[in-house]
């Protein structure tokens, strides 16, 4: 069974801190690996994609990933009471599941004023 | 370009009726995947399907079935409804171009949320 487990949260930051959300997973053989937004009653947004060991940046959002640890993170720089969100990590999977997206039970995020 | 459209994006049924919910990707892609989401047991994966056949399937009963057409639009029927069967249904569309699939991002549509009573 392929699992992708996030840290259970709920997160709360005041305005203008760094959140930190963590995800790990179990398939070695994962190669792609995605954060989606998810405000209450609304669908999940995609928000950032990571494919490679490293950092990668887009505004105020730095995925992280670390193949070896099996490790993947986001930063949430300058948060906003907009990003209060449940985040979820979601990882790609290969050989017989091949096209399935495997997905955490996601973070709550709470950013007060 | 147009996102995922599902449709209706609410519906209202009781116990042992059926229900058939619709899913048109965004232009170009062949993979469609649908997923249930419960406050309880967050987003359950139900099925996949890529250019009309169904590749990977969830740990859901047989009442839950799905198919897509050629042009990749996709609905799932869930029969015999019970009261748990209350959630919102998600539809996801990604493109799986070459080999190696390399570009799985996946892009969510509305939802429709189905309340059984």
């Known amino acids: 069974q392929k699992e992708v487990e996030q840290n259970s949260g709920p997160l709360s930051v005041p305005e203008g801190a760094i959140a930190s959300l963590n995800c790990t997973y179990s398939?070695?053989?994962?190669?792609?690996f995605f954060w989606y937004r998810q405000y209450s009653g609304k669908s999940p947004e995609l928000i950032m994609s990571i494919y490679s060991n490293g950092d990668k940046e887009d505004g105020r959002f730095t995925a992280q990933l670390n193949k070896a640890s099996q490790y993947v993170s986001l930063l949430i720089r300058d948060s906003q009471p907009s990003d209060s969100a449940t985040y979820l990590c979601?990882?790609?999977?290969?050989?017989?599941?091949?096209?399935?997206?495997?997905f955490g039970r996601g973070t709550q995020l709470t950013v007060w004023p | 370009k147009a996102g995922v459209t599902q449709t209706p994006r609410y519906l209202i049924k009781t116990r042992g009726q059926q229900v058939t919910l619709s899913c048109s990707p965004i232009?170009?892609?062949?993979?469609v995947s649908w997923y249930q989401q419960t406050p309880g047991q967050g987003l359950q994966f139900l099925f996949e399907y890529f250019s009309e056949t169904q590749r990977n399937k969830g740990n859901f009963p047989g009442r839950f079935s799905g198919r897509q057409f050629s042009n990749s639009r996709s609905e799932m029927n869930v029969s015999t409804l019970e009261l748990g069967d209350s959630a919102l249904y998600l539809c996801a569309s990604s493109e799986k171009g070459g080999a190696l699939f390399l570009n799985t991002e996946a892009f969510f549509g509305q939802g429709t949320r189905l309340t059984v009573v």
């Open positions: 979601a990882v790609d999977s290969r050989g017989s599941t091949l096209g399935r997206l495997y």
């Open positions: 232009s170009g892609h062949r993979s």
């Open positions: 398939d070695r053989g994962s190669q792609s």
